[in-house]
C-alpha cells in the first residue's frame, strides 16, 4: 500500500489549505486514515484521524475547531481542511493507513498506523 498526501503550500496565518491523501491500492475498508505532522527538530505528532467504518473522528487539542478530516470511500482518499492556519501549523504533514483493527482509544498513536505517506510541507507565515 503506498499513500499520497498532497496539497500543502505557503499561505499566511488565517488562511485555508485541503491537504488530500490518496491510496494506491485497497487500504482496509474500514480502517483508520490519519494525519500527522512533524516540525524541524521535533517528534511527529498526531492531527486527525477517522476510522472509515464507523466515521469515529479524533483530533488533537490545538487543531480542534480549525480541522476537520473528512473521507471520501469511492476514492478511498480522506482530506484535511485546515483553516484559520497559525505559523505553529507549520510543519511536514503525513497520512497514515492502519490494518484496519484499531480501537478508539489508540488511534491517535503513531505505532497504530502500518502505512506512511511521503509527507507534505505546509507553511504558514506571520
Known amino acids: 500500500v503506498q499513500l499520497q498526501a498532497f496539497g500543502g503550500g505557503l499561505v499566511q496565518a488565517g488562511g485555508s489549505l485541503r491537504l488530500s491523501c490518496t491510496a494506491s491500492?485497497?487500504?482496509?475498508?474500514?480502517?483508520?486514515r490519519g494525519w500527522f505532522r512533524q516540525a524541524p527538530g521535533k517528534e511527529r505528532e498526531f492531527v486527525a484521524t477517522?476510522?472509515?467504518?464507523?466515521?469515529?473522528?479524533r483530533y488533537a487539542d490545538s487543531v480542534k475547531g480549525r480541522f476537520t478530516i473528512s473521507r471520501d470511500a469511492a476514492k478511498n482518499a480522506v482530506y484535511l481542511q485546515m483553516d484559520t492556519l497559525k505559523p505553529e501549523d507549520t510543519a511536514v504533514y503525513y497520512c497514515?493507513?492502519?490494518?484496519?483493527?484499531?480501537?478508539?482509544?489508540?488511534?491517535?498513536?503513531?505505532?497504530?498506523?502500518?502505512?506512511w505517506g511521503q509527507g507534505t510541507q505546509v507553511t504558514v507565515s506571520s
Open positions: 497514515a493507513a492502519d490494518r484496519g483493527w484499531t480501537i478508539v482509544s489508540a488511534l491517535s498513536s503513531v505505532t497504530s498506523y502500518n502505512y
Open positions: 491500492a485497497r487500504t482496509s475498508s474500514g480502517g483508520a
Open positions: 477517522i476510522r472509515r467504518k464507523d466515521g469515529i473522528t
